[in-house]
C-alpha cells in the first residue's frame, strides 16, 4: 500500500515537471535573446512568446478534455487522478498568453488595449476565456468542490463553452493558413460530441435504474 502511493506520488511529480518544460524552453529561449546567442524566437521575439504560450494552452486544454473519452473508449482510468494538475496547467500557460502579451506587445500600455480590443476582437474574446479558466480555478481545490456540491458540476461544464471561445479566439486572427484552426475545431467537436454523447447514456442508464 505504501510502496503504491510512493509510486502515484513519484509519477504526480513526473508529470508535474514534465508539463514544466515548455515555460523552461522558453525561458532558455529569451536567455539566448538577451545574451546575444542564436535563439529560436525569431524576427519578433514577443510575438513568437505569446503564439507559443498560445499552443501551449491549447494543447494542454485538449489534453484535459480528453482525459475523459480516453477513460470512456479506453479504459485508462488512471489518467482522471492528474485531470486536475493538467486543467490548472492549461490556466497557468492562458496566464503566461496572456503576461506575455501585456510585457511585449502592449507593453503595460493600458490606453493601447482599448484600441486593440476595438481593432482586434479576438483578444477580448480571449480575455473572456481567461477570466472562465480562472473562475474553473479558483473553485478547483477540494474544500470548494465540497462546499459548492452540485453548483461545482454546473460550473466546470463551462469548460466547454471557453474551449468554443478559445477556437473563436484562433479563427478570429485567421490570416492565411486556415490548417491549424480547422484542426482545432475539429478536435472540439469530437470531444464535445464525444462527452455529450456519454452524458446522454448515463443519464438513460440512470432513468433505467
Keep these: ?20 518544460i515548455p515555460l523552461l524552453y522558453n525561458v532558455w529561449q529569451i536567455y539566448l535573446l538577451f545574451a546575444g546567442a542564436d535563439h529560436k524566437l525569431g524576427s519578433e521575439p514577443g510575438k513568437e512568446l505569446v503564439d507559443h504560450f498560445g499552443e501551449i494552452t491549447l494543447y494542454f486544454l485538449w489534453f484535459t478534455l480528453a482525459i475523459t473519452p480516453i477513460k470512456k473508449w479506453l479504459g485508462w482510468s488512471k489518467l482522471m487522478k492528474y485531470r486536475r494538475m493538467f486543467g490548472l496547467y492549461v490556466f497557468f500557460y492562458a496566464s503566461l498568453h496572456i503576461l506575455s502579451y501585456c510585457t511585449f506587445l502592449l507593453e503595460w500600455t493600458w490606453f493601447i488595449l482599448k484600441e486593440d480590443i476595438v481593432q482586434r476582437p479576438y483578444i477580448f474574446v480571449g480575455l473572456v476565456a481567461w477570466i472562465g479558466l480562472l473562475v474553473l480555478t479558483v ?3 477540494k474544500w470548494m468542490v465540497k462546499k459548492l456540491k452540485k453548483k461545482w458540476v454546473i460550473i466546470h461544464k463551462f469548460i466547454y463553452l471557453i474551449a468554443i471561445l478559445v477556437v473563436v479566439h484562433e479563427w478570429m486572427q485567421l490570416r492565411a493558413s486556415f490548417y491549424d484552426p480547422l484542426l482545432h475545431a475539429v478536435i472540439l467537436t469530437v470531444l464535445l460530441c464525444s462527452r455529450f454523447s456519454f452524458l446522454k447514456k448515463f443519464k438513460k442508464q440512470a432513468r433505467i435504474s
Excluded: E, Y
Design 139 to 141: 473553485t478547483s481545490p
Design 1 to 20: 500500500m505504501a510502496k503504491s502511493k510512493l509510486k502515484l506520488r513519484f509519477l504526480w511529480w513526473a508529470l508535474f515537471l514534465v508539463c514544466l
